[in-house]
């Protein structure tokens, strides 16, 4: 018997995620719809206090208006220092429009004068899935590193010429983009999430 298709959204514009995306559900029964498939799906504002919350409002109010599971993310750094922030403010830390050279020397600036040992921080993504009727599955990963004294480094993108991962002397943005998606926040929710969604889906279709 051909197993059957199940048709699933990406809650994302960022064509960026789209290919990641893209590449952790190769393999499995799924055919991947964007929001260019859906142009009349609402706008969500982003107001959750948690990255599971944004996460999981993003992708309820997706599949809710369009009829299939939709899986969206939300990520972000949180510093030790400074009680986990930016967090969920990640991009608009710097005041709404902030680009994210702004919104990175902000974040160096509350550091000013702070020791090494004292500038630990982690990468963090949520992603989630959820169907029409509002059940949800998530996974979070990590990528934990330490805050630089200076930008450095001129790949990737957001804070990762600040972010220099455990057990590496260079920044996040001084990686190749390959070894960057291997260790990354969102490389690690997406192994964990490729684990748990194979049983949901097939949930979906029982
Ligand atoms: P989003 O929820 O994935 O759109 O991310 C929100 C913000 O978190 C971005 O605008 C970036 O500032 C920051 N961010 C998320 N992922 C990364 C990353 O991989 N590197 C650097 N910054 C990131």
Redesign the pocket.
Known sequence: MVPETTEMILGTRNHGKIAEFRSLFKGMQIKLLSFYDFPDVPPVVEDGKTFEENAAKKAKTIAKATGRIAVS?????EVDFLNAVPGVY??RFAGERAT?RE?ARKVLKMLDGVAWEERSAR?VCVICAATPKGKTISAEGTCAGTISFEMRGSH?????PILVPDGYQMT?AEMEPELKNSI?H?ADAMNKFRKVLKGFVQGQKK
């Open positions: 993310d939300d990520s972000g750094l990640s991009a994210d919104n990468f990737g993108f957001g804070y990762d996040m990354s969102r």
